[in-house]
Structure formats: structure tokens, C-alpha cells
């Protein structure tokens, strides 16, 4: 039970509490990081920085969940992704490849016409040249007015070529802008922006023409520039002065054609995506369809409709598994149909059983009963024998009852009537019910704890029933000492515990004393009327509850039948209010089995709390392995400690020295008990998972459930 | 004292025998042994109490039970073999009064029989209310706006031991013992099966009841009139 509430449910994103805080690595931290924790609770740090990421991750929880609840979810994401970037790299490639073939083309073409042009550009300056003369530069080195003249010329001419396809533009060599020779440019182009200054200066420095991309630049502002490639070399006026010639093309056919190719890709890249995409999720629906309808049908048949069946189409894997599914479900119902008609038949047959023995049996009873009344009017010997008759026709009742009563819980026929009731009104009622025995055995009775009302969601029949047993038990084996009938309620729990200080039990015989016909002494002579099964059914009834019906004795020392039983039917029972070893126990009072004060060595358990905490009663069962005494046997699994049982055993005693009231006929219908505490008295007021866990460890206790 | 009781019962050595020990204790018995039978048998003897076996051939007790309860409130004490919840409770839904489970002495017989017959007699002239209901103790009647509300004896008694001290809440325990006439406690199916049979006849709305309150945890009491 605890354990696996222990154990965080699925889907639950529940903190990390055991996480190591101090000496993690980097890279431990980020693989942290990677695993969600950041999203999940595993912040550690500053308060601040863990408000600080709650906030931000709140809205991102329902994301999160989603994303690792639902496969098809990732499985098209991670396709999306991944089909995004192939159809980016491959857009990349192909954009390359087109532009490096277009502008091939292009610089070709325009070196061509570039080359052309210095030609051209050199020819005329030497046709110049002999046409002028040497007149052509005034004495003080300016340009003459027919070189600018001849420059302008020279431009509109080589432009004129190619309207709208080129443009040239001169620019003066070096730094000499101060010459006159002022930049020149054909279509508007303006020169000094258009061509970059990492040209020109590598222009200036060589003899040979050189390249570039550039944007063009208009002189009128609002026209906006192009990409152009750009040509340029240094060539001579008719000066024989160097000057820088471009040609400047416009490229902005090329960055259509680029920019229409990019589109087309994108276009179809998305449509790439998108379609990937969509596939994938149909394809991941076709898989994953079948599985969401298997878990669907699976918890379907685990809420109890076992006809659910898979819908089974084709041959492929799916419907394999659905097949394979089908008939899994199909054998678990014939195997649930079978246990159910076994059930049914064991009931319908104690059903008949009992009628079919309890009408004779009621004719033989009132027959009895009369012959019984007239008895004074026999002689010794018949009257006797109508008093032997009716006594033992009793006990035969009784003993039908219980077996039928048995066999009731065996085919799972038990129904559990709870409603509110308050455990103090039962004892009062059981109590009053077993005086006249009491006081017979000169016993007294008494009740404790009941001050407060100890009221839980119970079957009152049957807890009167149990509690009956149990003080009628502790009145026969008690005796002729007190009894004590104690009452709590705590947490989501009450208890009821009966003590008495009788014969008690022998070590190991506490889970015995619930087994079917179980007897301490078969050799003792039997003289109360027990069928040998109350505590059987006991058991049952508090199994029924979903409660705990446990003892706990010592030889000599008496015993303390315990009954714990959760509030409400439906909660489970953590622990009992009243500890199952009583305080006045031999070994809390730190007596050993003798009845001696206990001696120095190691003897300090006499003096742990009966209320321990769960801690402790974990350092207990740790001590325990130890031996408290010597002589202790090694721990070994009662035979009867098995589930249906309910108990869990360790008969652990070392107590061979016992005292010698004590030997002779521990008691009869009731049991036995680890004489030194092999109880566990956590098990109330913890509240945690002590108890079924100790239980098992070192325990007596018997658990119903 | 009257003292005419009706065995229904197929067992003819148990019928037997509950003839011997009902005369002894000044009964008049008869017996019917088939259940298609016990209707006219019924009729013709005009019991003061029927005794009843569940389990009969022909009609079953059940079906029984509930023809004799349509058209009496003549006391029913079913015997049954089962104790098991659901034979008890169907058996009480369909009418009964008391059952006394199989095998029983005939001294627990004989008192549960003279509980219910005791209940018959001892009219005291008293007048009672509880809720909008007004109760004739001695007329035996109980009106709401002066229409007259069926009930059988042992649901009158009950409502006028609830009537009787509208400041006490009943446990079911000591009902039992004032209606039933159990010196121990018994079986408190009896009193929730009969607080429900009661409310159906007297409630104006059974799922919210008025007259018979239930005290979660305790039981019973009369509803504020």
C-alpha cells in the first residue's frame, strides 16, 4: 500500500526531492537542463530564481504535458523540424548553384564588353593624341579644356553602346581630384558612390582591369540603387595622364530571375514541410489509433467489462496486436467466468446446505427442547441424556453457524452493512452480554477510553461479533484477572484493544490463533463451548472492514487482541491508535519473562517509548537482526504467515527460560504471542508506512486485509 | 388471548412439530404446506399471525408474504434458513414483521410470536401528532388532512413510539426493543427495512422525509409537528 503510493503517478509531474543539491558538474547540470527539469520542478537555488521559473513555467505546463503524453504530437513536430531543415540546407545548395550560374554568365558577357570598351577608350585617346598634338595640357599641368571636353566624350560614346545594359563612369587616378578632371558618368549614375573605394584603390595600384560587386547609385535620390557588377581599369588620357575607366552593369535581371527562383523554393519548401508534416501525422495516427484504442479497451476491461473487445482489421502487425489483444482479454474472461460460476456454485451450495440441514435441525432442536423441558418426569439415566442432548445440539448449532459463516467468506458471499456507529455503544452492549461469564470466572471488566464517542462507518453486527469473541476469549483465558476493553480514535482510524493477563501466548502461536481450528493444547481438556472458529471469523469480519484484527502475547504474561478499523470504508487504515503491545507489557515494564527485573546488558528496550516514531521503529527493526538475547533463535517465516492468512510472521524468541505457570496450557481458541514484543507497537499514531513494513519485519501482527 | 396461527410450511415433521409446541404454549395452528394454497388458507382461517417458511414449493414465501400483506395487516413472522442480507431484507421489503432465522428454540418462537400479538391488543385511548399527521392510538388511525393513512400494526406501532416523545431520538436498538419486543439486541435491518416501508406510506416525499428523521450515526426521531 504505501509502497506504491510512494511511487508518483504517471503523468504526474512531480518534484525530485532526492535530487543531489552540492557537487554536480556542468555537465550533469545540463543534462538536467535537457531533461526538463527546468520545467519540471528540479529548479534548485535561490528562492527568488525558483519563483522566478515557476512563473515562467506555468504557462508552459500544459504544453509540456501534452508533449509527453502524446507520441503523435512528436513524432510530426520532430518531422516538421527535421524536414525544415533539409529543405533549408537543400534551398541554401540550389540558391548557390543558380546564382554562381547566372552571374557566370553575366561577368562573362561584361568582361567581354568591359575589355571591349579599355580598347576602345585607349584608341581614341591615341587618335587623340595625334590629332592635337602635344597641345592638349597647358603649361601648368591642368587639363585643357579639349581633354575634359574630349573625356565627356569619350564617356557618352562608350555608353552609348549599351542604353540601360552598362554605364561607365571615369573616375580621376589617385587622390588628384584637385586636376580638374572631375568624375564623370553616363545615365545618371552617380560616380564617387558607385564604385567602391577597395576598387579603386586596387585599380590605382595595378595595371590590369579588375571587379567588383557594387550597388549602384543614382544621382537623383528617389530612384533607390541596383546591384550591379563592376569593371574598371586605369587608363590614359590623351595626356598621357592615367585615369580610372568603369563599366558598371546593372544586375538587376539576374536578382529578379534569384529572387523568382528563391520564391519558387520557399513556396515549395513550405509545401515540402507542410506535407511531411501532414503524413506523418496520418501515418502516425494509423499506428497510433490502434494503440490509443487498445489502452482505451484495456481500461475498460480493468473496470470489470470484460466483453470489450479491439475492432480488428486486415493482417498487418496492428492487427496482431489487436488479435493477440482480443484473445488475451477473451481467455480473461473465460478465466473471470469460471472463478465468478465457481463462486456462485460454492455459494448457491451453501446456501442449500444450510437450508437443507438447518430444517431438520430446527425440528430435532424443538424436539429436544421439549423432551428437555419434561426431563423431571424421566429417570436418571433418560434425563441425563436430554440434558446431554440439548448441550450438544447447541454447540452443533454453533458450530453450523460458523462453518456456514466460514464458508460465507470463503465464496466471497460476505456483504459489509457499514454505517456510522459508535464503537463504545457495541462494547457497552458486548460487555453487559459477557457479565454473566465474567462473573463466573470472577472477572471484572473494565471499559477504557471511552469518554469521547469513537465513531466509524462499520457493520455494527459484525464488529459486535469480533469484539464478543474477543472479550468472551479473554474472560475464559484470563484467568479470573482483570480485563481491560480499550477504546481510541485517531487519525483516519479507531480501535478497540481487550488485555487480559491470563496464560498469554507462546511465542509464534499470535498468527496461529486465527488459523481455522486451531488449538493451543490439543491435549487440553475443553471446557467452554468454542467451535475454535471465532477468531477465523473475526479475521474475516475485519478483513471485511478493511481493518486489522491482530494479537499480541506473552507466556505468562497475558495477551491484547487488537481491532483497528478505518473511519470510513473506503479510506485505508496507516495505523491504529492503540499500540499493539500494551505498556504494561513484561518488556516495557523491563521485566523479563520471569517476571525479574531485567539485568544491565543491552536491556535498554525495555525502555523505548511504546509510541514510537516511524524512525525509530526503523532503527528498531535494524537493532533487531542483532539478537536481543541470547539464545534467540534465527528469525524463521511462520508457515501460516501467508497473504490470505492476513498474518505476517517472524517468530523471533529466544525465550526458552519461561516461567513455570506458564508452560502448562497457554490458551486454547485463542493463541500465541512473541514474548518479547515481536509486536509493533508503531503501528498506531505514525501515521506512515511503519507499520505494514514493521509488521512483516518483526511482528505478531496480523493484518487484515 | 387470541391465539390463531397459520404454519406455512412444506417441512411436514417441522410443521409437526411447531403444531406441538404451539399448542403447548395455548396456540390454535393450522397448517398449509404449498404456497398456492396459503391465500385461501389464509382467508379461510383468519389468523392472528402467520408463520411463514420462505422457501415453498408452488408460490414462495416472498410472493406469499406480500399477497397477504395486500389485503392484511396481519402480523407475518417469516422462518428462514438464510440469514444472509438479502433473503432477510427482501422478506421484510415484502411485508413481514419479524423473521427468526433457522434453527431456533421454541422458547425464542413462542416470545416473537406473543411480541406481535401483544402489539394488537392494549388500546389506550390517547391522541397523538407528529409532523401534519394526527394519530388515534386507540382507533388505530392515522390522518394527514383528515385522509386516513393505511398502516400495518407493526408500522403503527413504530410511529407512535416515535410520536410518543418527539424529543428523543431512537436508536435502533432500543426501537427494536419497544416495537419488536427484543429483550437483546437483534437484527437493526429490521428497523431500517420497516423506517423505510413506514416512510413510504406517510412521507409526502420518501427521499426527503419529514415525519421519520433519520439522526446520522444515533437513528430515529419524530419530525418537528
Known amino acids: 500500500m504505501s509502497g506504491d503510493s510512494a511511487a508518483s503517478a504517471p503523468g504526474r509531474s512531480g518534484g525530485r526531492p532526492g535530487r543531489p543539491v552540492g557537487p554536480g558538474t556542468a555537465a550533469s547540470r545540463w543534462r538536467h537542463l535537457f531533461d526538463g527539469d527546468l520545467l519540471q520542478g528540479g529548479v534548485q537555488g535561490s528562492p527568488v530564481v525558483r519563483l522566478v521559473?515557476?512563473?515562467v513555467r506555468r504557462p508552459l505546463l500544459p504544453v509540456m504535458r501534452l508533449w509527453r503524453r502524446n507520441i503523435q504530437l512528436k513524432v510530426v513536430v520532430t518531422t516538421l523540424l527535421m524536414s525544415l531543415g533539409v529543405v533549408l540546407l537543400l534551398g541554401f545548395v540550389v540558391i548557390g548553384q543558380v546564382r554562381n550560374g547566372l552571374l557566370e554568365a553575366k561577368v562573362k558577357a561584361s568582361q567581354s564588353q568591359a575589355t571591349g570598351g579599355f580598347a576602345v577608350a585607349k584608341q581614341q585617346a591615341e587618335q587623340a593624341v595625334s590629332v592635337t598634338g602635344e597641345e592638349g595640357t597647358a603649361p601648368d599641368g591642368r587639363p585643357s579644356q579639349s581633354v575634359i571636353q574630349w573625356m565627356s566624350d569619350l564617356v557618352a560614346s562608350l555608353s552609348s553602346g549599351g542604353q540601360g545594359a552598362f554605364d561607365v563612369v571615369t573616375l580621376p587616378a589617385g587622390g588628384d581630384s584637385g586636376s580638374g578632371r572631375g568624375p564623370r558618368a553616363s545615365g545618371g549614375v552617380n560616380p564617387a558612390a558607385s564604385v567602391p573605394a577597395a576598387l579603386r584603390e586596387r585599380i590605382g595600384t595595378g595595371t590590369g582591369a579588375a571587379q567588383s560587386y557594387t550597388r549602384i547609385v543614382y544621382a537623383e535620390k528617389d530612384k533607390g540603387s541596383q546591384p550591379a557588377l563592376v569593371i574598371g581599369k586605369q587608363v590614359n588620357d590623351p595626356n598621357g595622364d592615367p585615369y580610372q575607366l568603369y563599366y558598371l552593369f546593372p544586375l538587376t535581371q539576374e536578382e529578379k530571375s534569384l529572387s523568382l527562383v528563391k520564391g519558387t523554393l520557399a513556396t515549395a519548401g513550405l509545401f515540402v514541410v507542410v506535407l511531411l508534416g501532414a503524413i506523418a501525422w496520418l501515418v502516425v495516427r494509423q499506428v497510433v489509433t490502434p494503440v490509443r484504442m487498445a489502452a482505451g479497451v484495456a481500461e475498460r476491461l480493468s473496470a470489470g467489462r470484460l466483453q470489450e473487445r479491439m475492432k480488428v482489421t486486415g493482417e498487418d502487425d496492428i492487427a496482431r496486436l489487436g488479435?493477440?489483444?482480443?484473445?488475451?482479454?477473451?481467455?480473461?474472461?473465460?478465466?473471470?467466468s469460471q472463478l465468478e460460476d465457481l463462486s456462485r456454485m460454492q455459494r448457491r451450495f451453501v446456501s442449500d446446505v444450510s437450508h437443507e440441514l438447518r430444517t431438520p435441525l430446527t425440528t430435532v432442536r424443538m424436539a429436544a427442547d421439549v423432551i428437555h423441558e419434561a426431563r423431571e418426569d424421566f429417570d436418571p439415566v433418560t434425563a441425563r441424556s436430554a440434558e446431554l442432548l440439548a448441550d450438544q445440539l447447541d454447540r452443533f448449532e454453533s458450530l453450523l453457524a460458523d462453518l456456514l459463516e466460514i464458508s460465507r467468506f470463503d465464496a466471497g458471499a460476505a456483504a459489509l452493512e457499514a454505517e456510522p456507529i459508535d464503537l463504545r455503544e457495541v462494547v457497552r452492549r458486548v460487555v453487559s452480554g459477557a457479565e454473566p461469564l465474567a462473573e463466573r470466572k470472577g472477572t471484572t471488566?473494565?471499559?477504557?477510553g471511552d469518554q469521547q464517542p469513537v465513531v466509524a462507518e462499520a457493520d455494527a453486527r459484525r464488529v459486535e461479533r469480533v469484539l464478543r469473541n474477543l472479550v468472551v476469549n479473554a474472560v475464559e483465558h484470563g484467568e479470573g484477572r482483570d480485563v481491560v476493553v480499550k477504546l481510541a480514535a485517531a487519525g483516519g482510524a479507531v480501535a478497540v484493544a481487550v488485555r487480559d493477563y491470563g496464560v498469554g501466548l507462546k511465542p509464534g502461536e499470535a498468527t496461529r490463533v486465527f488459523s481455522r481450528f486451531w488449538r493451543a493444547d490439543p491435549a487440553r481438556a475443553r471446557t467452554t463451548g468454542g467451535t475454535g472458529l471465532g477468531l477465523s471469523i473475526a479475521l474475516e469480519d475485519a478483513r471485511l472492514h478493511g481493518g486489522w484484527l491482530q494479537a499480541w502475547g506473552e507466556p505468562g504474561g497475558g495477551s491484547q487482541f487488537r481491532l483497528t478499523l478505518p473511519r470510513t470504508a473506503d479510506e485505508p487504515l496507516r495505523g491504529s491508535p492503540i499500540p499493539l503491545e500494551p505498556k504494561d507489557s513484561?518488556?516495557?515494564?523491563?521485566?523479563?519473562?520471569?517476571g525479574l527485573q531485567r539485568g544491565g546488558d543491552g536491556e535498554k528496550r525495555a525502555t523505548v517509548p511504546v509510541n514510537r516514531s516511524g524512525a525509530e521503529d526503523r532503527a528498531q527493526s535494524a537493532r533487531d537482526p542483532l539478537g536481543p538475547r541470547p539464545g534467540a533463535?534465527?528469525?524463521?517465516?511462520?508457515?501460516?504467515?501467508?497473504?490470505?492468512?492476513g498474518a505476517r510472521v517472524v517468530a523471533r524468541s529466544g525465550s526458552t527460560r519461561m516461567t513455570p505457570g506458564a508452560a502448562p496450557g497457554t490458551r486454547g481458541g485463542t493463541g500465541d504471542g512473541a514474548p518479547d514484543g515481536a509486536d509493533l507497537p508503531a503501528a498506531g499514531g505514525e501515521g506512515g508506512d511503519g507499520a505494514p513494513r514493521g509488521a512483516e519485519k518483526d511482528g505478531e501482527a496480523t493484518r487484515g486485509r | 388471548m387470541k391465539g390463531r396461527v397459520l404454519v406455512v410450511d412444506d417441512d411436514?415433521?417441522?410443521?409437526?412439530?411447531l403444531g406441538i409446541v404451539l399448542r403447548g404454549e395455548g396456540f390454535e395452528p393450522s397448517f398449509v404446506a404449498d404456497g398456492d394454497k396459503a391465500l385461501a388458507a389464509f382467508r379461510e382461517t383468519k389468523p392472528d399471525l402467520v408463520l411463514l417458511d420462505l422457501m415453498l414449493p408452488g408460490r414462495d414465501g416472498i410472493e406469499v408474504c406480500r399477497l397477504i400483506r395486500a389485503e392484511s395487516g396481519v402480523p407475518i413472522v417469516m422462518l428462514t434458513a438464510k440469514s444472509d442480507t438479502v433473503d432477510v431484507v427482501v422478506g421484510l421489503e415484502s411485508g413481514a414483521d419479524d423473521y427468526i432465522v433457522k434453527p431456533f428454540k421454541p422458547k425464542e418462537l413462542v416470545a416473537r410470536i406473543r411480541a406481535r400479538l401483544r402489539r394488537s391488543e392494549e388500546p389506550?385511548?390517547?391522541?397523538?401528532?407528529?409532523?401534519?399527521?394526527?394519530?388515534?392510538?386507540?382507533?388505530?388511525?392515522?390522518?394527514?388532512?383528515?385522509?386516513?393513512?393505511?398502516?400495518?400494526?407493526l408500522e403503527f406501532d413504530l410511529l407512535?413510539?416515535?410520536?410518543?416523545k418527539p424529543w428523543q431520538v431512537f436508536t435502533r436498538e432500543v426501537l427494536l426493543e419497544q416495537v419488536w419486543g427484543y429483550r437483546h439486541a437483534a437484527d437493526t435491518r429490521l428497523v431500517n427495512v420497516h423506517v423505510q416501508r413506514l416512510r413510504s406510506k406517510v412521507e409526502k416525499d420518501p427521499e426527503k422525509p419529514e415525519i421519520v428523521v433519520t439522526v446520522r450515526g444515533v437513528g430515529y426521531k419524530a419530525g418537528p409537528s
Open chain 1, 53 to 55: 521559473m515557476r512563473w
Open chain 1, 445 to 448: 471488566i473494565k471499559v477504557v
Open chain 1, 323 to 336: 488479435e493477440a489483444f482480443n484473445k488475451m482479454a477473451q481467455n480473461l474472461q473465460l478465466k473471470i
Open chain 2, 12 to 17: 411436514s415433521a417441522l410443521a409437526e412439530m
Open chain 2, 124 to 153: 389506550a385511548p390517547e391522541q397523538l401528532a407528529i409532523g401534519d399527521l394526527v394519530i388515534d392510538v386507540a382507533g388505530h388511525s392515522v390522518k394527514r388532512d383528515g385522509q386516513s393513512i393505511a398502516l400495518t400494526p
Open chain 1, 586 to 594: 513484561r518488556r516495557n515494564r523491563g521485566l523479563d519473562d520471569a
Open chain 1, 633 to 645: 533463535t534465527a528469525p524463521t517465516a511462520d508457515p501460516t504467515a501467508l497473504p490470505g492468512n
Open chain 2, 160 to 164: 407512535v413510539a416515535l410520536a410518543r
